[in-house]
């Protein structure tokens, strides 16, 4: 890939002060930073921010903004989501399932799902668990990414009674980097299939007409009918797009 510095940013999604997510990430970026110089990492501890619950207005799909990003700090949030060019989603499990601040953080962005705003990025997770539980909220955490446009590269599992912290860091780290230099470009199989489906759901050529009808002159399907989006023939050209207007 044509590019060789990077900003990471992860998204750490635990409400515990103490969190082994945050001390498992930050160990991580600290290491990879130490191999790559020209990498700048950043974590976002959701627990440090005020993020209000989601009301379910509807407002984000409908009309493209969320009238609590004036109450809380959830935009400095999606600022830096914007500015990234790496972004990790870091979870532990709770009861086989992600903790309420990142489900909280996922329900504020869940708009985004719909327009694969994050289109143009790189993605990774990480999940932390003490042995159960681990392989479902690491699948649901990739798919996210996915579902944002992020194209996903590798997903890490720290398991806390299986697994050893300096030997995970080791292996973790290396295949990051490794998985970064492989790289090239923003697309794969499951990206250039969803934009095709959204191209055509928000423009009328797909099938069910009457959600057409449902969703025609709302937020989204306008910023579907943008002229920059409708000229691009493939999620690898929206995706390239996408990050100029973005990634400053
Ligand atoms: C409320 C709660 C529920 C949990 N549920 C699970 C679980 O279902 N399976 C599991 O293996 N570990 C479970 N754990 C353990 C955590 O996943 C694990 O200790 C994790 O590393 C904690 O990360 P944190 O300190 O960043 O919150 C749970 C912990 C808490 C506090």
Not at 10 to 16: D, T, Y
Not at 102 to 117: A, C, G, Q, T, W
Not at 160 to 170: A, D, G, Q, V
Not at 176 to 181: A, D, N, P
């Amino acid at each position: 890939m044509e590019k060789l510095d990077y900003n990471i940013l992860a998204i750490v999604g635990s409400n515990n002060p103490k969190s082994y997510t945050y001390k498992i990430t930050k160990e991580l970026l600290e290491r990879i930073k130490k191999e790559k110089f020209n990498f700048s990492i950043e974590i976002i501890f959701l627990h440090d921010y005020d993020i209000k619950y989601c009301h379910g207005c509807m407002n984000c799909f409908n009309r493209g903004f969320c009238p609590l990003d004036q109450e809380d700090e959830f935009n400095i949030i999606k600022e830096k989501l914007h500015r990234s060019d790496i972004i990790i989603f870091s979870t532990p499990v709770y009861a086989h399932a992600l903790p309420g601040i990142m489900k909280s953080f996922i329900d504020r962005i869940s708009s985004s799902l719909h327009l694969l705003e994050y289109a143009g990025k790189l993605g990774f997770t990480v999940t932390t668990t003490e042995g159960n539980g681990q392989e479902v909220v690491s699948k649901y955490i990739r798919g996210l990414q996915s579902g944002l446009g992020i194209k996903n590269l590798d997903n890490f599992i720290f398991a806390r009674l299986k697994n050893e912290f300096k030997s995970f860091i080791e292996s973790s780290s290396s295949d990051f980097i490794k998985r970064v230099e492989d790289n090239y470009g923003y697309s794969n199989d499951l990206l250039e299939d969803s934009f095709i489906f959204f191209k055509k759901m928000f423009t009328g050529v797909h099938e069910d007409i009457e959600l057409y009808q449902s969703l025609k002159n709302k937020y989204e399907c306008n910023y579907w009918n943008q002229r920059w989006i409708q000229e691009c023939d493939s999620f690898q050209e929206f995706a390239r797009k996408n990050r100029k207007i973005n990634v400053k």
